[in-house]
């Protein structure tokens, strides 16, 4: 069974910042990427950003120069940092772990609200 966490959602202004963490812990053997989702009211869930465990990024276009991806190894965890935020970037953000040869898990998702 593999846990999946994520924390750092909140309140902020347009133009702020937040830092999302995602902590993936139970039996993991070997990962092979990790990544954030969002889902607004009334859209459907989509990619934001990933990252594979040779560090490769992949991100949505909209978001590109305003949020980084990274990945801590060792600590099986994931993070988003998000600058420059706009309204439309509310949403809950859910985090995504793929496992190697293995099943995809999710997090619980945590709120994002950016206000104008």
């Known amino acids: 069974q593999v846990q999946v966490v994520e924390s750092g959602g909140g309140l902020v202004q347009a133009g702020g910042s937040l830092r999302l963490s995602c902590a993936a812990s139970g039996s993991i053997f070997s990962i092979y990427t990790m990544g954030w989702y969002r889902q607004a009211p009334g859209k459907q869930r989509e990619l934001v950003a990933t990252?594979?465990?040779?560090?490769?990024?992949n991100y949505l276009d909209s978001v590109k120069g305003r949020f980084t991806i990274s990945r801590d190894g060792a600590k099986n965890t994931v993070y988003l940092q998000m600058d420059s935020l706009k309204p439309e970037d509310t949403a809950v953000y859910y985090c995504n772990v793929v496992l190697t040869y293995s099943s995809s898990y999710w997090g619980q998702g945590t709120q994002v609200t950016v206000s104008s």
């Open positions: 990252i594979s465990s040779g560090g490769r990024t």
